[in-house]
């Protein structure tokens, strides 16, 4: 058959997968996602339980099905740290994309958050501790969050509500809006940056 360079990307598969990870004593969690979304909550855990949504798009069956088989997630531990991230693409983005969705359930000894996704939502739900979140494309949802907090978005809206600011904390937004409700502000300094966009701060 002939190759169709961006046609219609109209076969899709989803699979999904459920990862317990050991966490070994680390209190650290640094997510590394090329497309998707990351959702994050304490629970009733000792592990770190990631449920993953692997869904692809594609020009046919068979890349579809090739990129989904192949997709999977890398997890691993050290450093007092659980490192997840996106394996490599082994297959051709032109005739296929593929995108993994992530809730992640944590024990609450975990304190330190650097995400990192180059395409896709970051919704973090009363977590505490120290945040370091990068979304290139792709909005920021936190929701009674304690601690302090590094955040830049590129693309998209940083919406928070309930924070608990104790530390300095800087939020960038290039092209989109802040939008921060406040519980308390202990001696923090924050910085809000938008470039394109509004702050609406509560």
């Known amino acids: 058959g002939k190759e169709v360079v961006n046609g219609d990307f109209d076969y899709k598969k989803t699979r999904t997968e ?8 680390a209190s650290k969690l640094d997510i590394e ?28 069956e068979d890349k579809v099905s090739a990129a989904i ?23 051709d983005t032109r005739f296929v994309n593929l995108t993994a969705d992530l809730e992640i359930t944590l024990p609450s000894e975990f304190s330190e958050f650097t995400l990192e996704s180059d395409v896709g939502d970051v919704q973090l739900n009363k977590l ?30 940083i919406v928070c509500d309930n924070l608990t600011i104790n530390g300095n904390s800087e939020i960038n937004a290039d092209v989109g809006n802040i939008d921060i409700s406040l519980e308390s502000v202990d001696e923090c300094n924050l910085q809000l940056v938008a470039d394109v966009g509004d702050i609406d701060v509560d």
């Open 33 to 60: 996602l090329e497309v998707g979304k990351i959702e994050i909550v304490y629970g009733d855990t000792k592990n770190v339980d990631v449920d993953v949504k692997f869904t692809s798009n594609g020009v046919n």
């Open 128 to 157: 505490k501790g120290s945040f370091d979140i990068t979304a290139d494309v792709g909005n920021v949802k936190l929701n009674s969050l304690v601690g302090d907090f590094k955040i830049d978005a590129d693309v998209g809206n």
């Open 18 to 25: 459920t990862l317990n990870i050991d966490p070994e004593n």
């Open 69 to 91: 088989e192949s997709a999977k997630i890398i997890t691993e531990v050290k450093n007092k740290t659980v490192y997840i991230k996106s394996a490599e693409k082994d297959f």
